[in-house]
């Protein structure tokens, strides 16, 4: 791991949190009321879903930039994050009792997530970890639209002036 990323991370991680603690709350927040029309509903829970969106935008620009995790990693860490948080929501706000299979099924899932981020089966038996393919590479599937324009404005201009020569 490089540790010149370590800030990275963090501000990955803490942004990552607050988008889902937003999401998960934006989720539960009409839970008590009983009597909410689904229009009452949808007015209380959008702004959290817009602030969602708005903060992890910047959580997986920030991620993307700095090649911190895999797309893979990012819904890992979705799923963990929104896990402890429905637990939590649960526990303090619906006032519902946290069992231990709830905790023995976080654990499960947070083991998945560490495999994945070391690559712990890959290395035990020896596999080759593919490199994913870098986004600015035009010729490949993950490419932006941006490199495929540059690319082909590149292309197309070289093409011409081979003809002129």
Known sequence: MDYLKIPYYVLFVFLFIVAQSLSMWGQFVTLPYK??????????????????WLIMTFTVMVGNKYELVTP??????????QF??????NQFYLKQKVTRSDIFAFFIILLGFFVSFLHLISKLFGIKVPEHPG????DTISSTLRSQKYNSIVKSTADKTDKIE
Not at 39 to 44: S, T
Not at 74 to 81: E, K, S
Not at 135 to 138: A, F, G, I, S
């Open 35 to 52: 009597n909410l029309s689904m229009w009452e509903a949808y007015k209380m829970a959008i702004p959290f879903a817009w602030l969602d």
């Open 72 to 81: 893979t990693q990012d819904t890992f860490l979705l799923i963990i994050i």
């Open 84 to 89: 402890c948080l429905i637990l939590l929501i």
């Open 135 to 138: 986004t600015d590479n035009p």
